[in-house]
């Protein structure tokens, strides 16, 4: 290949422990997360059950289940407690390319199969590629460290060069010359991928690739970065006769903004999100008018909107006819902030035997200012309750690619140091892994609804995804 835009990554030796991220390198991990990660299904379904009203079979039977489209998914969950004190583990959202391997700490590392590079390579796309000679590759838009890491593990588990190539936009496909259905370069054929693009997947990858792919762009329509069919997928999901539920905050979707507005006047409070909007852009807290100006002025009127209720602290929380909600968060030097879990799980075949959903990394993220500001009329609400750790910094000049910076003083990794902070028991863990389990099975579901046969039933998806401006974007 003629191409001096990417990378080609060779198999090589590296030393296991440097997979580990900043705080998380070289670092013990926490005994009560390794208790989770080393829990069988069955251990799994025994502490849930035993402590909520559901039959053990079914929680062992979602356990085990095996999915098609989303084998690999990152859960952004909240600890949160009603007004009674009772605690709720409530899904925010859950994204079909989530960051989080190279957050699990790496001092217990003695080979790369330990990591959860190797984990999710190993359950999720080296099963589907067949051709044994091909090349491989990673393709990426988004966080580099972690991107890379990921091809070079690929390339030491196959023995196989990797193309770690970056995908952001309309002038890196023209420029690597870059087949969306065959992911191939310069007709180079590829044997599989792992896809790390996050922003609008969909313009550049087809729905229906032929070449396997860890996640296939289906994944992300589905509700892995879509909020409207992810909202859809939960909702189906606790229709079912079970006792399995996901926990969310009560939501409104397919509002105008005039909708939201209307809305808002009888909640209070609330948060706003875009449909297909990630790492922290379009989504807008609430809480007072100033809020509620910014988000007039920045959202144009033609927009489908996301409504949620606000989650908050002290009185400041959404009202209506939902249970409200408030931030149990983590405690840092004293004070209180509000913190999503990041739960990632894997389904597939593990090393220990099993078959199904497995717990594969976690860590968490808290807001830049405590919750006690949540009143300061001088500190933005997002700044107090948002938890994202990207920020859009602008775009390269040449390229046109996004550029991001990362809050990495705001993360919490689950070493025996940091994790405590969260105050967060076993039980608490196997109950937030329930619910990511749940989310995935949820928006694998609808992914299943939404192919057929392994092709993209278009009419299916425009019918159910209420906002019809994304259909000109798909390839």
């Not at 297909?276 to 807008?284: D, K, L, M, P, T």
Request: proline share 4%; with cysteine; charged share 25%.
């Amino acid at each position: 290949m003629n191409i001096k835009k990417y990378e080609i990554i060779k198999p090589t030796t590296i030393n296991p422990i440097e997979l580990g991220y900043e705080e998380s390198y070289n670092k013990q991990i926490d005994p009560t997360v390794k208790q989770l990660m080393d829990m069988s299904q069955m251990q799994i379904a025994h502490n849930y059950s035993s402590r909520h009203n559901v039959e053990y079979d079914q929680v062992l039977k979602l356990l085990q289940s095996k999915v098609q489209y989303m084998p690999w998914s990152g859960s952004d969950i909240l600890n949160v407690q009603d007004l009674q004190g009772k605690k709720h583990k409530v899904i925010l959202e859950t994204n079909s390319c989530p960051s989080g391997a190279k957050d699990l700490p790496s001092a217990d590392f003695t080979t790369i199969n330990d990591s959860a590079y190797a984990k999710i390579l190993q359950a999720t796309l080296l099963p589907k590629i067949k051709d044994e000679k091909s090349d491989l590759a990673v393709i990426w838009d988004k966080n580099k460290v972690e991107t890379r890491n990921y091809a070079q593990v690929l390339a030491n588990l196959t023995q196989r060069d990797v193309h770690y190539v970056p995908l952001f936009n309309q002038t890196d496909m023209q420029d690597l010359n870059f087949n969306p259905h065959t992911l191939g370069f310069n007709d180079e054929k590829i044997a599989g991928a792992f896809r790390y693009v996050t922003q609008g997947p969909w313009k550049r990858i087809s729905v229906n690739t032929s070449t396997p792919m860890t996640n296939p762009i289906i994944a992300c329509l589905a509700g892995g970065r879509n909020k409207l069919l992810a909202a859809k997928a939960y909702e189906q999901f606790n229709k079912k006769d079970s006792d399995l539920k996901i926990s969310l905050p009560y939501t409104s979707s397919e509002l105008s903004k005039e909708e939201v507005i209307k809305t808002l006047k009888e909640w209070e409070y609330g948060v706003v999100k875009l449909p297909y909007s990630n790492a922290g852009q379009g989504v807008f807290t609430i809480t007072s008018e100033k809020d509620l100006k910014d988000f007039r002025e920045r959202v144009d009127n033609d927009k489908t909107l996301i409504l949620q209720q606000l989650i908050g602290y002290g009185d400041i929380r959404s009202n209506g006819s939902m249970t409200p909600l408030t931030h149990i968060g983590s405690l840092v030097d004293g004070k209180r902030y509000a913190t999503d879990i990041r739960m990632m799980v894997i389904n597939g075949k593990h090393e220990n035997g099993e078959s199904g959903y497995h717990p594969v990394s976690m860590y968490a993220r808290k807001a830049e200012n405590p919750l006690e500001d949540l009143t300061n009329p001088n500190i933005a609400s997002w700044d107090v309750l948002g938890t994202n750790l990207s920020e859009l910094t602008g775009r390269e000049e040449e390229s046109n690619r996004k550029t991001w910076a990362t809050h990495n003083d705001r993360r919490i990794v689950v070493t025996k140091e940091q994790f405590p902070s969260l105050d967060l028991s076993i039980e608490d863990l196997v109950d937030t892994y329930i619910q990511a389990v749940q989310a995935n099975f949820a928006i694998n579901e609808m992914a299943n609804y939404l192919m057929k046969d392994g092709t993209f039933q278009k009419e299916r998806f425009e019918e159910l995804n209420g906002d019809h401006s994304i259909m000109e974007d798909l390839i």
